[in-house]
């Protein structure tokens, strides 16, 4: 896992993002490691590689899948333990909406993460004029074997690179109404 974590401002969402409407070069570490990613594919001729991405929000204490067809819809996602499937033992997020979409490309991987990006919840305020409101994860699933040797162990890993919304101080952001309401969630869904 890679977080971005810090005082709203800061730059997190810059670092993870990067600036979409700029230059190459001024891509964030999401798309980096992307592109990293389906690189080393390619590279391993021998391997069948399959990635699946997910990208969720945590906004005012519930959680969203920004993939789904209507996010506002699909907010009863819940952390449960994966016990059904031995290759993947590790926390997840289940709930109606929530999917892991298979990419067949670097092309694919990045549409999603930005299409997620654009759902996520942002506001103006004194510190930041396009602040994050919630906290984000994209996760990246890979699971590897040997071409048409299906004998050969599969490898399984997952990358989560989350975007952690900016800590605040009301004080100094002098924020009010829902933007009070969110940025008391912000601190406290941390431990989310």
């Given at each position: ?70 996010v ?20 997840f ?46 996760t990246?699933y ?30 100094k ?5 829902q ?14």
């Amino acid at each position: 896992s890679i977080f971005a974590y810090g005082q709203t401002g800061a730059g997190k969402t810059y670092t993870m993002s990067g600036d979409v409407s700029a230059a190459y070069n001024q891509r964030g570490i999401v798309p980096r490691a992307i592109h990293h990613l389906f690189h080393e594919s390619e590279l391993r001729g021998d391997k069948e590689i399959e990635v699946r991405v997910s990208h969720l929000e945590i906004y005012n204490d519930v959680m969203y899948d920004l993939l789904a067809d209507d996010v506002t819809q699909a907010d009863n996602l819940q952390i449960v333990d994966r016990i059904d499937d031995p290759r993947f033992p590790e926390t997840f997020a289940a709930g109606t909406g929530s999917r892991e979409t298979y990419c067949a490309n670097e092309a694919e991987a990045l549409a999603y993460f930005f299409a997620g990006e654009a759902n996520r919840a942002t506001a103006a305020h004194i510190l930041n004029k396009s602040s994050s409101r919630s906290h984000c994860i994209f996760t990246i699933y890979l699971e590897s074997r040997g071409v048409g040797d299906s004998s050969e162990k599969t490898t399984v890993a997952k990358l989560n690179l989350v975007d952690l919304a900016g800590s605040e101080r009301v004080k100094k952001t002098s924020v009010s109404g829902q933007q009070l309401k969110e940025a008391n969630f912000i601190n406290r869904s941390l431990t989310f």
